[in-house]
């Protein structure tokens, strides 16, 4: 499976700033997501990223909060626009094959607490 | 109805015996289910795919699917300490869609 990194692994965000996190991987995946994972819960699929075209945002959430780049097959960022409290949570990415049944891998995650 | 559910935890099992981690979902048509491990303050990661009715086994764990039934089942034989964790069964819906459940928390008691 491919190794995933992500940037910064936490932080501590003053309310009203945004926030990207990046995901870094060591081959090029087809497929990249991000989730959110809020204290106590289980993952919320945020958004889905594939190169070349622009992500696909899951009921409830809009992309003027969560703005995702995908430059590269090895790549993609999340931005957390104007942080609030409520934004406290784990983000996230995962890779997988080209193919929606195929397994998805999880990066180590970026903690973030907003003030 | 929520879209995939666990048996509610946390679960205790004591050292050496088998756990038995549960999961229903509510699409009939889903083809792909997984198995991952979540450890307190990690990413998850995963354990064991099953496509097929029956079971799998790899080393201690033994997934089991039964389409007709709607339920996915993960055993974990001689369960360690160091399976303690939340398991979080995620089932790929028939419109392409993964849903996480939302785990069920394993203490293994020495």
Known sequence: SAVISQKPSRDICQRGTSLTIQCQVDSQVTMMFWYRQQPGQSLTLIATANQGSEATYESGFVIDKFPISRPNLTFSTLTVSNMSPEDSSIYLCSVSGAHSTDTQYFGPGTRLTVL | ?110
């Open chain 2, 1 to 110: 109805q929520k879209e995939v559910e666990q048996n509610s935890g946390p679960l205790s099992v004591p050292e050496g015996a088998i756990a038995s981690l549960n999961c229903t979902y509510s699409d009939r048509g889903s083809q792909s289910f997984f198995w991952y491990r979540q450890y307190s303050g990690k990413s998850p990661e995963l354990i064991m795919s099953i496509y097929s009715n029956g079971d799998k086994e790899d080393g201690r764990f033994t997934a089991q699917l039964n389409k007709a039934s709607q339920y996915v089942s993960l055993l974990i034989r001689d369960s360690q300490p160091s399976d303690s964790a939340t398991y979080l069964c995620a089932v790929i819906t028939s419109y392409d869609k993964v849903i996480f459940g939302p785990g069920t928390s394993l203490s293994v008691i020495p």
